[in-house]
């Protein structure tokens, strides 16, 4: 069974520091899939990246970085120089490989920018 | 941005009621699904549907149906309302991949959510 674990149920941090949203995963499979979505307060969950289980590059988009490392099974998020537009809560999800999008979600972090 | 549409957005209504939650997408997208989203934030799967005349009960279980008669469409009904489905229901959908070495975005497009409190 798939599993995804985000430990940080609540984070706040002042204007312009950094922060990183941490995610850890279990599966049985040898090829999965890792993403990270945004849901801010207005509802809907907005994708943010999609990392494959052969790709272990990190990547970074903006202000916007994440950590994959497949040895410690964790795909952390980190935001630099986070603004007040960045509160939302953020979901880390897990899918198999066969195409069908059905996400694992963790439980989400609610990230708080304090102006 | 996503065309994923759901009505309503808030519903109150009294134990016992039937309802029904609208979800459509313009995209074309052969799948679609429907999450519940917990309170305390954790989002389950449902159901979900592949195409046309395809429905799959997903991973938490629920006394809700769904059907799936138009690819634009997915609304999802319950019966017998009760307290304890209140909770705020997600639809999704993405674009259909045939399997194989990796295929698929994984990107799935989420409507606002309808919010659902049973009294």
């Known amino acids: 069974a798939q599993k995804v674990t985000q430990a940080q149920t609540e984070i706040s941090v002042v204007e312009k520091e950094d922060v990183t949203l941490d995610c850890v995963y279990e599966t049985r499979d040898t090829t999965y899939y890792l993403f990270w979505y945004k849901q801010p307060p207005s509802g809907e969950l907005v994708f943010l990246i999609r990392?494959?289980?052969?790709?272990?590059q990190n990547e970074i988009s903006g202000r916007y970085s994440w950590n994959f490392q497949k040895s410690t099974s964790s795909f952390n998020f980190t935001i630099t120089a986070s603004q007040v537009v960045d509160s939302a809560v953020y979901f880390c999800?897990?899918?198999?490989?066969?195409?069908?999008?059905?996400?694992?979600f963790g439980t989400g972090t609610r990230l708080t920018i304090i102006p | 941005e996503a065309d994923i549409y759901q009505t309503p957005r808030y519903l109150v209504i009294g134990t016992g009621k039937k309802i029904t939650l609208e979800c459509s997408q313009t995209?074309?997208?052969?799948?679609m699904y429907w999450y519940q989203q917990d309170p305390g934030m954790e989002l389950h799967l449902i159901h979900y549907s592949y195409g046309v005349n395809s429905t799959e009960k997903g991973d938490l279980s629920s006394e809700s149906t769904v059907s799936r008669i138009r690819t634009e469409h997915f609304p999802l009904t319950l019966e017998s309302a009760r307290p304890s489905h209140t909770s705020q229901y997600l639809c999704?959908?993405?674009?259909?991949?045939?399997?194989?070495?990796?295929?698929?975005?994984?990107?799935?497009?989420f409507g606002e959510g309808s919010r659902l409190t049973v009294l």
């Open positions: 999800a897990l899918s198999d490989n066969f195409g069908n999008e059905k996400l694992t």
């Open positions: 995209m074309g997208h052969d799948k």
């Open positions: 999704a959908s993405s674009e259909y991949h045939l399997v194989g070495g990796g295929a698929g975005t994984g990107e799935l497009f």
């Open positions: 990392r494959n289980s052969f790709d272990e």
